[in-house]
C-alpha cells in the first residue's frame, strides 16, 4: 500500500478540464480524474537514465451524487495493469507498482513506474488519444478478467475505453503549467567554460564539452558537432566528436586568428535542440599591437600653409573589426586638430591633421585605442614664430591736424601670417610722434605745439618676440580757438558755475577743451556741456549769430550743439543749481519752483533768447517764469486764486514711509464766525504747495524739506504728496471743486489723519451714539478702501479716476461732495459742527451745518415731555405701542406750550432730529437715510410739522404722529397723520384728536399767526369751536372722561352758546347735586 503524503514532488497534471465528465465517464462509473508524474530524486525532469519515474492516476467515483468520490479502488481478477503514455509521440508504458492513498485517506490511487531507456528524449508527455471518446484509455488490462472496482460499490468499475473525457484536441500531461518544462532527456550538454575564454591572435587553448550534471554514466553515446561564430577571429576542431558510452566529457582545441570577439557553439547531433555556447575572446601579440608615427616630432612655423600638418600611422597589424584612435592634447589657438582617427579593417596605415596655429609653443599629442588592442603613442609638437601683420594705416597715409588739436591715431594688427587666422598674442603697439614724443596702445591722441610736417612710426610687436613696423606722415596747420564756459546774470542767484565742456569732431572723436581747443576752418564741431556736481541745464548763450533758436530757448536741457567754426568765438552754458538739498532739479531764481515746472505751467517767451541786447523784452531773460523768483510766479504767487481749508498744519509720524509729515490740522475746530472747509482767501494754495505739496522728513534728509517730481504722473511711485496741479486753473480735473479744497482732504486721507473722525451716517442709528460709522477701510465696518477715496480727492485726476466724483455722498449726510465743498461742510464727516444732526438735514430744515449751537435752539416753541419714554395705546386694535403718557399719565398741562410746568421741556432741533430714532428703536421703521427722514423726524422751525392743528410734542405726548405720513406707510398706518379729514375720535366721547387738544388758552396765545425771530412763522392753534368757554387745557384723546367725573369729555358741547357746559340732565354723576364742573379737564 502506497501513501502520498506531500505534493512537493507532483510535477505534471492533465489539469482540471478532466473533472468535466462526459457520456463516457457516466456510463464506467469510476474515471480517471488526474495523472500526476514524478521522479525519485524530485527534479523538474529526467536527464539520466537511472532516474526512475513514478505516475500516480486519480481515480474517482461518479456514481455518488458527489463527481469527485474517492473510492476505494481494488484489482479482480487475473494479470497485470499497465499504463500507456507518449513521449515527443513516441509509444511508452509504465507498469503497475499498487494501489495508494493521498495522506492516508481513500486508496483511490493506482502507481505505475518508468525506467528510462538511454535514448528517451522528449518534452511532450501525453494520453494517449483514441478515434472516439470511448476508446480513450490510459490503463491497458492485459486479461480480460482484469477488473479495476470501487470495494465499497463493486458495481462501480473502470471501464477499458472512455477512462478519462475528451479535451480540446488531446489530453496532454503538458496542459497542466506545471508540466510545461518536464522533459526526459538524455542529451543535455555542460561546459566549464560556458562564461567564456580568452586567446591570443596565432594561440591555441582547450574547451570541455561533458554529459549533464547527474547524467554522466548514461550509456548512450552523445554525438557532437562544433561550429564558430567568426572563423575570421577564431576557429575550433575537431568540428565532430562523440562522448562514447563511459565518457562523460569531450576535449575541443580553440586557435586565435585575429583580435576580435565571436562564440564557438557544440551541439547534440542526434538532438540539435542541445547546445552549449561558449564566447571566445582573441588579443593580438605583441609585435601587431605596435604603433609608429611618422614625423615621431612634428615642427612647424605657426599658420604655415593655413596651419595644416599631416601625421601617418603605422600599426603592427590590422585587424578585421578596424580601429579609431582618440586624439588628446591640443590646445584652443595654440595647436588644434583631428580628435580622431579611424583606420579601415584590415587596415595597417592612416593619416590625421594637425594645425599650428601661435608660435614658440610646444605641446604634446596623445593616441590612445580605446579598445585596448594598440599601444598609446605620444607625437610632439613644437610651433615656430611668425611676425604679426598690420592691416592699418597703410605704410605712407598722411594726416592733417591744427596746432594745439588734438588728433587720434589707431591701428589694427594681426599675429598670423597671411592673416588666416584670429589674432592670438597680445600685441603691442608703439607710437613715436615725430616731437621727441611717445605714447603705447592701438589707439592713441597727440597734440603738435607747432606748424610743420612730421614722420610718425608705429611698432607693433608680438608676444613670441615678432616685430613689425609702420610709417606715415602728418602736416601740422595754424587752427581756430572755440573758447566754451559757464555762464552767469546778475540777480539770478540760482546760476552753477561748475560745469565743463567737450568738443567732439565728425569721427565722433571727443577731447577736453582744457587740452586743446583748436580747429580747422569750416570744421564741423559739437560742443557738449557737462553738469557739474549739483549743476542742471538751462541754456547756452552766445552772441547771437552762431547758435540755433531751439538752443537759445530757456529753460532747455538741450546740452549738445553743432555748428561750423569759421573763425575764433567764445560761447557759453548757462547751468542752474537745485534749490533744496536732494531735490534734482534745477532752480536758476532760487524761488523753489523748478525751471523745467515753471517752463510747463509758466509763460515761456516764444523766441529766442540773446543775452546781450538788451531791453529785449519779452525775449529777455528776466521776463520768463524760470526767472521771476516773486510775485504770480514765485514760490508764493496764486495765478488762479485756489486756496485751502483754514487750517494750520502739524507734523505727525508718516504712515507711506519712514520719517514724519507735515499735514493740515484735521477735523479743524469750531469757532465763532467759523467758516468749516471752505477754501479760505487767507490760506491760499500757492504755486510752490502745488507743485511740492507738503514738507516731509524722511530720515535721511537734513530736516523738514518739499520734494517734488519735475510733473509727475498720478500713478507714480515718486509722486509723494505733490498736488501735481495746474497752477493756471482754480480746477485742474474738472469736477467742480477746487484743487486745495480736494488736496486738503487727499492728503489727509493719505497719511490717515484722525482717521476715527471719518464718519458716515448711520441710517439705523445703530453706532449713533459712537459718532457714527467708520469710512476708511482699514477701520471695521468701512465703506470705502483707502485707494478708492485717494483716488475720488486726488486734485490732479480724482475726476478721471472716479467719473461723477462730485455727486457722491461718502458720508452719506445728504449732501453730494460738490455741496459739501460750496457749503463748507466736511466731506467725509456727517456732523461737520459735531451737534448730532447730518448736515443735509440740517441744510434742508434750515439750520447751519456750521454752527453747533442750534442744536438746543427751540425756534418753533414746541414743548415735550422729559423721558422721550412714549408708549402708544391703539384703542382700536387694544394693543400698546408707545407714547409717554402711558409713562406719565395723562396731564392735560403737559407737552404744550401754553403750560409752564415743570415738566414740559423744550423740544430741540436736535430732539426732532431724534423722532427717527424713536420710531426705529421702537421697531415702527427699519432706518432713516437722507431720502426718507422728512417723514420721520419733525420741523424744527415749524411747531405743527403735520398741519394738524395739533403740536408736534403734544401729539408725541399722547401718542399721535406728528409728521406727515411717508409714501409707503409701514404696519402702524393707524398712528400716522396727519389728521385732517375725517378726524378719528379714538375714545368715542364725541370730540376729535384736534378738538381734545383746542382750548381757551390756547385760542388766547394763539389768535393769530405770529412771527418768531428770524426763522420763519409759528402756526397758530384757533379753537375748532368759538363758542367754548370753559375748557382752558387739553383733554385726554384716549379717555372720553379724562377728569373722572362720569361725564364723557364731549357730552355737552351744544348746551346754550358762548358756553362749554355739561347737559342739564340732572343729577348725571350722582353726587346729590345737579351743579357740576363743566370743564372735562377738572
Given at each position: 500500500?502506497?501513501?502520498?503524503?506531500?505534493?512537493?514532488?507532483?510535477?505534471?497534471?492533465?489539469?482540471a478540464?478532466?473533472?468535466?465528465?462526459?457520456?463516457?465517464?457516466a456510463?464506467?462509473?469510476?474515471?480517471?480524474?488526474?495523472v500526476?508524474?514524478y521522479?525519485?530524486?524530485?527534479?523538474?525532469?529526467?536527464?539520466?537514465?537511472?532516474?526512475?519515474?513514478?505516475?500516480?492516476?486519480?481515480?474517482?467515483?461518479?456514481?455518488?451524487?458527489?463527481?469527485?468520490?474517492?473510492?476505494?479502488?481494488?484489482?479482480?481478477?487475473?494479470?497485470?495493469?499497465?499504463?500507456?503514455?507518449?513521449?515527443?509521440?513516441?509509444?511508452?508504458?509504465?507498469?503497475?507498482?499498487?494501489?495508494?492513498?493521498?495522506?492516508?485517506?481513500?486508496?483511490n490511487?493506482?502507481?505505475?513506474?518508468?525506467?528510462?531507456?538511454?535514448?528517451?528524449?522528449?518534452t511532450?508527455?501525453?494520453l494517449?488519444?483514441?478515434?472516439?471518446s470511448?476508446?480513450?484509455?490510459?490503463?491497458?488490462?492485459?486479461?480480460?478478467?482484469?477488473?479495476?472496482?470501487?470495494?465499497?460499490?463493486?458495481?462501480?468499475?473502470?471501464?477499458?475505453?472512455?477512462?478519462?473525457?475528451?479535451?480540446?484536441?488531446?489530453?496532454?500531461?503538458n496542459?497542466?503549467?506545471?508540466?510545461?518544462?518536464?522533459?526526459?532527456?538524455?542529451?543535455?550538454?555542460?561546459?566549464?567554460?560556458?562564461s567564456?575564454?580568452?586567446?591570443?591572435?596565432?594561440?591555441?587553448?582547450?574547451?570541455?564539452?561533458?554529459?549533464?550534471?547527474?547524467?554522466?554514466?548514461?550509456?548512450?553515446?552523445?554525438?557532437?558537432?562544433?561550429?564558430?561564430?567568426?572563423?575570421?577571429?577564431?576557429?575550433?576542431?575537431?568540428?565532430?566528436?562523440?562522448?562514447?558510452?563511459?565518457?562523460?566529457?569531450?576535449?575541443?582545441?580553440?586557435?586565435?586568428?585575429?583580435?576580435?570577439?565571436?562564440?564557438?557553439?557544440?551541439?547534440?547531433?542526434?538532438?540539435?535542440?542541445?547546445?552549449?555556447?561558449?564566447?571566445?575572446?582573441?588579443?593580438?601579440?605583441?609585435?601587431?599591437?605596435?604603433?609608429?608615427?611618422?614625423?615621431?616630432?612634428?615642427?612647424?612655423?605657426?599658420?604655415?600653409k593655413?596651419?595644416?600638418?599631416?601625421?601617418?600611422?603605422?600599426?603592427?597589424?590590422?585587424?578585421?573589426?578596424?580601429?579609431?584612435?582618440?586624439i588628446?592634447?591640443?590646445?584652443?589657438?595654440?595647436?588644434?586638430?583631428?580628435?580622431?582617427?579611424?583606420?579601415?579593417?584590415?587596415?595597417?596605415?592612416?593619416?590625421?591633421?594637425?594645425?599650428?596655429?601661435?608660435?614658440?609653443?610646444?605641446r604634446?599629442?596623445?593616441?590612445?585605442?580605446?579598445?585596448?588592442?594598440?599601444?598609446?603613442?605620444?607625437?610632439?609638437v613644437?610651433?615656430?614664430?611668425?611676425?604679426?601683420?598690420?592691416?592699418?594705416?597703410?605704410?605712407?597715409?598722411?594726416?592733417?591736424?591744427v596746432?594745439?588739436?588734438?588728433?587720434?591715431?589707431?591701428?589694427?594688427?594681426d599675429?598670423?601670417?597671411?592673416?588666416?587666422?584670429?589674432?592670438?598674442?597680445p600685441?603691442?603697439?608703439?607710437?613715436?610722434?615725430?616731437?621727441?614724443?611717445?605714447?603705447?596702445?592701438?589707439?592713441?591722441?597727440?597734440?603738435?605745439?607747432?606748424?610743420?610736417?612730421?614722420?610718425?612710426?608705429?611698432?607693433?610687436?608680438?608676444?613670441?618676440?615678432?616685430?613689425t613696423?609702420?610709417?606715415?606722415?602728418?602736416?601740422?596747420?595754424?587752427?581756430?580757438?572755440?573758447?566754451?564756459?559757464?555762464?552767469?546774470?546778475?540777480?539770478?542767484?540760482?546760476?552753477?558755475?561748475?560745469?565743463?565742456?567737450?568738443?567732439?569732431?565728425?569721427?565722433?572723436?571727443?577731447?577736453?577743451?582744457?587740452?586743446?581747443?583748436?580747429?580747422?576752418d569750416?570744421?564741423?564741431?559739437?560742443?557738449?556741456?557737462?553738469l557739474?556736481?549739483?549743476?542742471?541745464?538751462?541754456?547756452?548763450?552766445?552772441?547771437?549769430?552762431t547758435?540755433?533758436?531751439p538752443?537759445?530757448?530757456?529753460?532747455?536741457?538741450?546740452?549738445e550743439?553743432t555748428?561750423?567754426?569759421n573763425?575764433?568765438?567764445?560761447?557759453?552754458?548757462?547751468?542752474?543749481?537745485?534749490?533744496?538739498?536732494?531735490?534734482?532739479?534745477?532752480?536758476?531764481?532760487?524761488?523753489?519752483?523748478?525751471?523745467?515746472?515753471e517752463?510747463?505751467?509758466?509763460?515761456?517767451?516764444?523766441?529766442?533768447?540773446?543775452?546781450?541786447?538788451?531791453?529785449?523784452?519779452?525775449?529777455?531773460?528776466?521776463?520768463?517764469?524760470?526767472?521771476?523768483?516773486?510775485?504770480?510766479?514765485?514760490?508764493?504767487?496764486?495765478?488762479?486764486?485756489?486756496?485751502?481749508?483754514?487750517?494750520?498744519?502739524?507734523?505727525?509720524?508718516?504712515?507711506?514711509?519712514?520719517?514724519?509729515?507735515?499735514?493740515?490740522?484735521?477735523?479743524?475746530?469750531?469757532?465763532?464766525?467759523?467758516?468749516?472747509?471752505?477754501?479760505?482767501?487767507?490760506?491760499?494754495?500757492?504755486?510752490?504747495?502745488?507743485?511740492?505739496?507738503?514738507?516731509?522728513?524722511?530720515?535721511?534728509?537734513?530736516?523738514?524739506?518739499?520734494?517734488?517730481?519735475?510733473?509727475?504722473?498720478?500713478?507714480?511711485?515718486?509722486?509723494?504728496?505733490?498736488?501735481?496741479?495746474?497752477?493756471?486753473?482754480?480746477?485742474?480735473?474738472?469736477?467742480?471743486?477746487?484743487?486745495?479744497?480736494?488736496?486738503?482732504?487727499?492728503?489727509?486721507?493719505?497719511?490717515?489723519?484722525?482717521?476715527?473722525?471719518?464718519?458716515a451716517?448711520?441710517?439705523?442709528?445703530?453706532?449713533?451714539?459712537?459718532?457714527?460709522?467708520p469710512?476708511?477701510?482699514?477701520?471695521?465696518?468701512?465703506?470705502?478702501?483707502k485707494?478708492?477715496?485717494?483716488?475720488?480727492?486726488?486734485?490732479?485726476?480724482?475726476?478721471?479716476t472716479?467719473?461723477?466724483?462730485?455727486?457722491?455722498?461718502?458720508?452719506?449726510?445728504?449732501?453730494?461732495?460738490?455741496?459739501?465743498?460750496?457749503?463748507?461742510?466736511?466731506?467725509?464727516?456727517?456732523?461737520?459742527?459735531?451737534?448730532?444732526?447730518?448736515?443735509?438735514?440740517?441744510?434742508?430744515?434750515?439750520?447751519?451745518?456750521?454752527?453747533?449751537?442750534?442744536?438746543?435752539?427751540?425756534?418753533?416753541?414746541?414743548?415735550m415731555?422729559?423721558?422721550?419714554?412714549?408708549?402708544?395705546?391703539?384703542?382700536?386694535?387694544v394693543q400698546?405701542?408707545?407714547?409717554g403718557?402711558?409713562?406719565?399719565g395723562?396731564n392735560?398741562t403737559?407737552?404744550?406750550?401754553?403750560?409752564?410746568?415743570?415738566?414740559?421741556?423744550?423740544f430741540?432741533?436736535?430732539?426732532?432730529?431724534?423722532?427717527?430714532?424713536?420710531?426705529?428703536?421702537?421697531?415702527?421703521?427699519?432706518?432713516?437715510?437722507?431720502?426718507?427722514?422728512?417723514?420721520?423726524?419733525?420741523?424744527?422751525?415749524?411747531?405743527?410739522?403735520?398741519?394738524?392743528?395739533?403740536?408736534?410734542?403734544?401729539?408725541?405726548?399722547?401718542?399721535?404722529?406728528?409728521?406727515?405720513?411717508?409714501?409707503?406707510?409701514p404696519?402702524?398706518?393707524?398712528?400716522?397723520?396727519?389728521?385732517?379729514?375725517?378726524?378719528?375720535?379714538?375714545?368715542?366721547?364725541?370730540?376729535?384728536?384736534?378738538?381734545?387738544?383746542?382750548?381757551?388758552?390756547?385760542?388766547?396765545?394763539?389768535?393769530?399767526?405770529?412771527?418768531?425771530?428770524?426763522?420763519?412763522?409759528?402756526?397758530?392753534?384757533?379753537m375748532?369751536?368759538?363758542e367754548?368757554?370753559?375748557?382752558?387745557?387739553?383733554?385726554?384723546?384716549w379717555?372720553?372722561?379724562?377728569?373722572g367725573?362720569?361725564?364723557?369729555?364731549?357730552?355737552?358741547?351744544?348746551?346754550?352758546?358762548?358756553?362749554?357746559?355739561?347737559?342739564?340732565?340732572?343729577?348725571?354723576?350722582?353726587?346729590?347735586?345737579?351743579?357740576?364742573?363743566?370743564?372735562?379737564?377738572?
Amino acid at each position: 500500500m502506497k501513501h502520498i503524503s506531500s505534493l512537493k514532488f507532483l510535477i505534471a497534471s492533465l489539469a482540471a478540464a478532466l473533472l468535466c465528465l462526459g457520456a463516457d465517464t457516466a456510463s464506467a462509473q469510476l474515471y480517471i480524474r488526474d495523472v500526476f508524474v514524478y521522479t525519485d530524486d524530485g527534479a523538474p525532469d529526467c536527464t539520466a537514465e537511472t532516474d526512475r519515474l513514478t505516475f500516480v492516476v486519480d481515480v474517482r467515483n461518479n456514481s455518488s451524487p458527489n463527481p469527485l468520490y474517492q473510492p476505494e479502488v481494488e484489482l479482480v481478477g487475473t494479470g497485470t495493469p499497465t499504463l500507456a503514455f507518449n513521449l515527443q509521440g513516441v509509444p511508452r508504458t509504465a507498469v503497475f507498482d499498487g494501489v495508494g492513498s493521498l495522506n492516508d485517506g481513500e486508496e483511490n490511487l493506482l502507481f505505475f513506474v518508468y525506467n528510462p531507456t538511454p535514448t528517451d528524449y522528449g518534452t511532450g508527455l501525453t494520453l494517449p488519444n483514441g478515434g472516439t471518446s470511448n476508446q480513450k484509455k490510459a490503463i491497458i488490462f492485459d486479461d480480460a478478467t482484469l477488473t479495476i472496482r470501487d470495494k465499497n460499490m463493486p458495481a462501480s468499475v473502470l471501464g477499458e475505453n472512455g477512462q478519462y473525457p475528451q479535451v480540446g484536441a488531446a489530453s496532454l500531461f503538458n496542459a497542466d503549467p506545471y508540466n510545461a518544462a518536464f522533459e526526459i532527456n538524455m542529451y543535455r550538454l555542460e561546459s566549464p567554460q560556458a562564461s567564456g575564454i580568452t586567446v591570443a591572435a596565432g594561440g591555441t587553448a582547450q574547451i570541455i564539452v561533458k554529459r549533464a550534471a547527474g547524467a554522466e554514466a548514461n550509456t548512450v553515446p552523445l554525438n557532437l558537432l562544433a561550429q564558430t561564430g567568426n572563423a575570421g577571429i577564431a576557429t575550433i576542431s575537431p568540428t565532430s566528436a562523440t562522448i562514447a558510452t563511459g565518457q562523460s566529457s569531450f576535449i575541443f582545441n580553440i586557435a586565435g586568428v585575429s583580435p576580435g570577439v565571436t562564440n564557438v557553439t557544440i551541439y547534440a547531433q542526434d538532438h540539435v535542440q542541445e547546445f552549449v555556447t561558449i564566447p571566445v575572446t582573441v588579443n593580438l601579440s605583441a609585435t601587431a599591437r605596435l604603433v609608429t608615427l611618422t614625423p615621431s616630432t612634428l615642427v612647424a612655423a605657426e599658420n604655415n600653409k593655413g596651419g595644416m600638418q599631416q601625421v601617418r600611422v603605422s600599426l603592427g597589424a590590422g585587424i578585421p573589426s578596424g580601429v579609431t584612435f582618440n586624439i588628446t592634447g591640443y590646445s584652443p589657438n595654440v595647436v588644434e586638430g583631428d580628435a580622431s582617427l579611424p583606420i579601415a579593417p584590415n587596415q595597417t596605415e592612416g593619416y590625421f591633421f594637425v594645425k599650428t596655429i601661435d608660435g614658440q609653443a610646444t605641446r604634446t599629442l596623445t593616441l590612445t585605442d580605446p579598445s585596448g588592442y594598440y599601444e598609446t603613442k605620444y607625437l610632439s609638437v613644437v610651433v615656430s614664430n611668425m611676425p604679426p601683420v598690420v592691416l592699418s594705416p597703410a605704410e605712407g597715409s598722411q594726416y592733417t591736424t591744427v596746432v594745439n588739436k588734438e588728433i587720434g591715431f589707431s591701428a589694427t594688427a594681426d599675429d598670423a601670417a597671411n592673416n588666416l587666422s584670429v589674432v592670438n598674442d597680445p600685441l603691442t603697439y608703439t607710437w613715436q610722434f615725430g616731437d621727441n614724443t611717445s605714447a603705447t596702445g592701438p589707439a592713441v591722441t597727440h597734440r603738435y605745439a607747432a606748424p610743420g610736417n612730421y614722420t610718425v612710426v608705429l611698432t607693433v610687436t608680438d608676444g613670441d618676440g615678432g616685430v613689425t613696423p609702420r610709417t606715415f606722415s602728418v602736416e601740422v596747420q595754424a587752427g581756430n580757438i572755440l573758447n566754451l564756459a559757464p555762464y552767469s546774470i546778475s540777480g539770478l542767484a540760482g546760476a552753477c558755475l561748475d560745469g565743463t565742456f567737450q568738443y567732439i569732431n565728425p569721427a565722433g572723436e571727443v577731447w577736453d577743451p582744457v587740452l586743446g581747443n583748436f580747429f580747422a576752418d569750416g570744421e564741423g564741431v559739437k560742443i557738449r556741456a557737462i553738469l557739474g556736481a549739483d549743476c542742471y541745464p538751462f541754456a547756452w548763450v552766445d552772441n547771437g549769430s552762431t547758435l540755433s533758436a531751439p538752443l537759445r530757448i530757456m529753460p532747455g536741457s538741450a546740452l549738445e550743439a553743432t555748428f561750423s567754426v569759421n573763425d575764433s568765438m567764445d560761447i557759453y552754458y548757462l547751468f542752474s543749481r537745485e534749490f533744496y538739498p536732494f531735490d534734482n532739479f534745477g532752480d536758476v531764481d532760487q524761488d523753489g519752483l523748478s525751471d523745467t515746472w515753471e517752463a510747463a505751467w509758466g509763460k515761456v517767451a516764444p523766441q529766442p533768447q540773446n543775452f546781450f541786447v538788451s531791453g529785449s523784452a519779452p525775449d529777455s531773460i528776466g521776463q520768463i517764469a524760470s526767472t521771476i523768483a516773486s510775485g504770480d510766479y514765485g514760490a508764493s504767487g496764486n495765478l488762479d486764486a485756489d486756496a485751502l481749508p483754514m487750517a494750520g498744519t502739524m507734523a505727525i509720524p508718516n504712515v507711506v514711509e519712514p520719517g514724519q509729515v507735515r499735514v493740515f490740522e484735521y477735523p479743524i475746530a469750531w469757532a465763532d464766525g467759523w467758516t468749516g472747509y471752505l477754501p479760505s482767501p487767507a490760506n491760499p494754495f500757492v504755486n510752490i504747495v502745488e507743485y511740492r505739496g507738503l514738507e516731509e522728513n524722511r530720515g535721511g534728509a537734513d530736516g523738514w524739506v518739499r520734494y517734488a517730481m519735475q510733473r509727475p504722473v498720478a500713478t507714480s511711485p515718486l509722486r509723494g504728496n505733490d498736488p501735481a496741479t495746474d497752477p493756471t486753473l482754480l480746477d485742474t480735473d474738472g469736477d467742480g471743486m477746487g484743487d486745495g479744497w480736494e488736496y486738503y482732504f487727499w492728503t489727509t486721507i493719505m497719511y490717515e489723519v484722525s482717521n476715527l473722525v471719518w464718519r458716515a451716517y448711520d441710517p439705523s442709528f445703530a453706532t449713533y451714539d459712537d459718532g457714527g460709522i467708520p469710512l476708511l477701510d482699514t477701520l471695521p465696518g468701512g465703506l470705502y478702501p483707502k485707494q478708492t477715496l485717494l483716488d475720488m480727492f486726488d486734485p490732479m485726476v480724482g475726476r478721471a479716476t472716479s467719473p461723477g466724483i462730485e455727486n457722491i455722498d461718502l458720508d452719506q449726510d445728504g449732501l453730494t461732495n460738490l455741496e459739501e465743498y460750496l457749503l463748507g461742510t466736511n466731506p467725509i464727516h456727517w456732523d461737520t459742527d459735531g451737534d448730532g444732526m447730518p448736515d443735509g438735514w440740517e441744510v434742508e430744515m434750515g439750520l447751519d451745518p456750521l454752527d453747533p449751537r442750534d442744536a438746543t435752539a427751540n425756534d418753533d416753541l414746541d414743548r415735550m415731555v422729559d423721558g422721550h419714554a412714549m408708549v402708544y395705546i391703539d384703542a382700536l386694535a387694544v394693543q400698546t405701542y408707545w407714547n409717554g403718557e402711558a409713562a406719565f399719565g395723562f396731564n392735560p398741562t403737559y407737552a404744550w406750550e401754553g403750560s409752564d410746568v415743570e415738566e414740559n421741556l423744550q423740544f430741540t432741533a436736535l430732539e426732532e432730529f431724534l423722532v427717527a430714532r424713536y420710531y426705529i428703536e421702537m421697531g415702527v421703521v427699519a432706518q432713516v437715510d437722507s431720502a426718507s427722514w422728512i417723514y420721520w423726524t419733525t420741523d424744527p422751525l415749524d411747531n405743527d410739522t403735520d398741519q394738524d392743528g395739533m403740536p408736534d410734542g403734544w401729539e408725541l405726548y399722547v401718542g399721535l404722529p406728528p409728521m406727515f405720513r411717508p409714501p409707503q406707510p409701514p404696519p402702524y398706518d393707524i398712528q400716522l397723520g396727519p389728521i385732517l379729514n375725517d378726524p378719528p375720535d379714538f375714545d368715542f366721547d364725541g370730540l376729535s384728536t384736534a378738538q381734545e387738544f383746542a382750548n381757551t388758552t390756547v385760542a388766547a396765545l394763539r389768535a393769530a399767526d405770529v412771527a418768531i425771530g428770524t426763522n420763519g412763522f409759528i402756526r397758530a392753534f384757533p379753537m375748532p369751536f368759538p363758542e367754548w368757554t370753559n375748557k382752558r387745557m387739553p383733554s385726554d384723546p384716549w379717555n372720553r372722561d379724562t377728569d373722572g367725573d362720569s361725564i364723557i369729555d364731549g357730552g355737552g358741547m351744544d348746551v346754550g352758546p358762548g358756553e362749554y357746559i355739561e347737559p342739564a340732565l340732572g343729577d348725571l354723576n350722582a353726587d346729590g347735586s345737579t351743579l357740576v364742573n363743566l370743564n372735562p379737564c377738572s
